[in-house]
């Protein structure tokens, strides 16, 4: 079963020989490392760029605005603030252009807590993201979805930003990618780079995997039920399906949604669920002033609000300017898998 | 002599009387020191300067009489900005130049051979402007088919963005090369020392022309207030960048120096920094009330001297040349200020390209998600 790191680095392979991708660049993307945390080892275009994010994506521009299709990637959300103006500015080209230059570019890059990487790797970017309009937004969960998800996002003609939950990027999935090896080492020895070793004559070989997209734009009910509905995405989604999961046994059953995309959001899915439940949880680790959350709620609000039996609520980050080392402060920072059970069970027990 | 862009060629020049062969012999050229210019490619250049000029005026008159809200440009600038233009080789695609603009580059698309009338339909924000469907600032060029990238307002990202266009050139062979263009003010910008950084990397350097117009202030702040008073070009010394100063208000010798830093770019597939010292005649832009400074020098008048002084044409040839420029941007109002604005309808358009994986926008953006 392939880790998320590695269906993503496949869908890229897939991507450079099926899709039309001619670069795959960032810091330390390219050999001998292939990023830092191995999402672009062996894959034929992939090239080390300066240190520099505003060169990183003003370059992907350029290169689309020349016909390439351009995959690149900021090597932690943290480092994406100094190119929130570029940012922009891709976001807006084709409309500025009234249709002159799209911008078919790529940009990927993790987020999130959860690996101890303190006050400079453990940023969320996904609200700062969903105001960036002219981009699509997607962030997988699990490598099944992080594989059909970069596959859409390089067939996607506009900017789509691929947010990679650091957390998550070595785990492994439930549900294996079409044509993977059935054995998750004959996969390794396949893909990975050897550890410690030369690399300089080392290659890949390739499983030959088919095109497998998921949509941007829809969500995932990853578990069924009555009491609520449960939208998260990235790192908190695994900790809500599981708290699903346990509180099932005293008697609450949950819609949980993995959102997958934050823009565009699949509202049907999660409007068709409060109508249901009546009950609305947004789950995510994001500091929690101006959260994407709280859009969603406001949706709610203004579309559900004789449907909602209870107040709608989210659960996010603390606002503070950062998540400390010491593991105190990221636990009491973001939410863990208590304080998600609880904010379940809460609003599941609370009186209509 | 390198093939010349213009909109119409053979062009007249301006219609008006020339005094052909009476001082100047043919063949005899105007020169500054050991440069020199043809007397037919030195008239080409002045006509396109003078249509300049008059579109300028013309556009600031506009943002003063409230047909347009707002007015930026390069009056000042004519002669490096027509001498570039003239030079560009222009087309679609890595073999043609790419052009990475800012917002004082009239003179290089009408050197180019773009219209008075698509510029002032930009200016009035017409939906027939053709760069942005009237969404943009005045002289915010898009032209997708003669490789112009749509120009912004945020100083100097274009400098970020041009090894990304010069390096698919380099791949594909060929002669085309990226030209970018900004002010001095801007270079305090990472991105310009981006571009020089990624445009020479070992065994990637980049066809890059980067061209900056210094004429000694943004906005309202002195240069030599903040930054180092050496030449800009003498940022290019750490990179191991070819690099020049040149006076970009005579046009001999900006006609040269882009030539030279062109045909440098294009045989050596590497980068050249070529900076250019031109004038900024009515401030930045029409927020300061785009007045004329009379302590800045004026590129077309000392050109226009020169060329009478030697013969190349005479007064009346100069009045006939700006009277038919001056009518040429009076048409092109008359005709843009006619077309249709924008409608409500517009506002959403051209947000996304059509996508076979969106399953809430598979064509263009419609309002939130799941809002019907």
């Known amino acids: 079963m392939a880790t998320l790191v590695q269906a993503v680095r496949l869908a890229l392979h897939y991507g450079e020989e099926y899709l039309g991708v001619t670069d795959v660049f960032g810091e330390d993307v390219g050999p001998p490392l292939g990023g830092v945390f191995t999402a672009t080892q062996g894959l034929r275009t992939a090239w ?48 500025a252009s009234a249709g002159g230059y799209p911008m078919p570019i790529v940009v990927m890059t993790p987020t999130g807590a959860g690996i101890r990487g303190s006050l400079y790797h453990s940023h969320s970017f996904e609200s700062w993201a969903s105001r960036l309009p002219g981009w699509k937004v997607v962030l997988p969960s699990n490598p099944l979805d992080a594989y059909g998800l970069t596959i859409a996002a390089i067939k996607d003609p506009n900017p789509v930003m691929l947010l990679l939950p650091k957390a998550l990027m070595r785990v492994k999935g439930d549900r294996p990618l079409p044509g993977e090896p059935a054995d998750p080492d004959e996969l390794s020895k396949m893909i990975d780079a050897p550890v410690g070793a030369d690399r300089a004559g080392w290659k890949p070989r390739w499983p030959d995997l088919p095109e497998y997209v998921v949509p941007i734009g829809s969500a995932n009910r990853v578990r069924e039920g009555e009491a609520a509905t449960v939208v998260s995405y990235g790192r908190t989604l695994p900790l809500c399906a599981a708290a699903a999961d346990e509180l099932s046994k005293q008697g609450h059953t949950f819609d949980v949604i993995d959102l997958r995309s934050i823009f565009p959001y699949d509202w049907d899915l999660i409007s068709q669920s409060i109508a249901k439940t009546g009950r609305l949880l947004v789950v995510n680790e994001d500091t929690e002033v101006t959260n994407f959350a709280e859009h969603l709620i406001r949706r709610a609000v203004d579309e559900h609000f004789y449907d909602l039996l209870v107040r709608p609520r989210a659960l996010m980050g603390d606002h503070i300017p ?30 209509a | 002599m390198p093939e010349l862009n213009s909109e119409d060629e053979p062009e ?79 087309g679609h695609g890595p073999a043609y130049d790419y052009l990475h603009l800012h917002y004082r580059n009239a003179g290089v698309m009408l050197g180019m051979g773009m219209s008075m009338l698509d510029h002032v339909r930009q200016l009035g924000m017409r939906r027939t402007d053709p760069h942005s469907m009237g969404r943009n600032f005045v002289g915010h060029y898009c032209i997708p088919k003669w490789n112009v990238v749509p120009v912004t307002s945020v100083i100097e990202v274009q400098f970020a963005m041009a090894p990304g266009t010069a390096l698919v050139q380099k791949r594909f062979g060929g002669e ?48 030599h207030t903040v930054h180092v008073n050496r030449p800009v070009a003498d940022r290019g010394i750490p990179y191991g960048i070819r690099a020049e100063t040149v006076d970009g208000n005579d046009p001999i010798a900006v006609w040269h120096g882009i030539a030279r830093a062109m045909r440098y770019c294009r045989d050596e597939r590497r980068p050249f920094l070529l900076e250019t010292m031109v004038s900024r005649l009515n401030g930045h832009s ?68 059509d996508s076979e994986v969106d399953a809430v926008y598979p064509g263009d953006y419609t309002g939130l998600p799941g809002r019907r």
């Open chain 2, 176 to 223: 085309g090369i990226t030209v970018v263009v900004g002010g001095e003010a801007g270079t305090a910008e990472g991105d310009f020392d981006s571009c020089l950084n990624w445009s020479t990397r070992p065994g990637n350097e980049l066809p890059v022309l980067m061209l900056v117009t210094n004429n000694r202030f943004g906005i309202s702040t002195d240069l």
């Open chain 2, 286 to 353: 029409s927020s300061s009330g785009a007045m004329r400074d009379p302590a800045e020098a004026d590129p077309l008048a000392a050109f226009e001297r020169r060329l009478v002084d030697e013969g190349a044409i005479d007064e009346a040839g100069v009045q006939a040349m700006k009277d038919d420029a001056k009518a040429e941007a009076d048409a092109a109002v008359v005709e843009a200020m006619a077309e249709p604005q924008p409608t409500p309808a517009d506002v959403r358009r051209f947000t996304y390209a």
């Open chain 2, 12 to 90: 007249p020049i301006g219609g008006g009387p020339r005094r052909r062969g009476r001082t100047i012999p043919p063949g005899v050229a105007v020169r500054t020191g050991r440069e020199t210019l043809s007397v037919e490619l030195a008239l080409t250049i002045f006509r396109q300067m003078v249509r300049t000029r008059a579109l300028e005026d013309r556009s600031i008159k506009m943002s003063k009489s409230g047909e347009a809200y707002f007015w930026i440009g390069g009056p000042g600038e004519e002669a490096t900005n027509v001498c570039l233009g003239l030079q560009v080789h222009k």
């Open chain 1, 322 to 351: 950062g998540i400390g080392m010491n593991q105190v402060y990221e636990t009491n920072s973001v939410p863990q898998s208590y304080h998600i059970r609880d904010a379940m069970r809460d609003i599941a027990a609370e009186a």
């Open chain 1, 48 to 95: 080390n760029s300066p240190l520099d994010e505003r060169g990183i994506l003003g370059t992907a521009m350029g290169i689309a605005y020349a016909g390439g299709r351009p995959v690149c990637e900021i090597q932690f959300a943290d480092y994406a603030f100094n190119v929130i103006d570029v940012m922009k500015v891709a976001g807006n080209q084709r409309w």
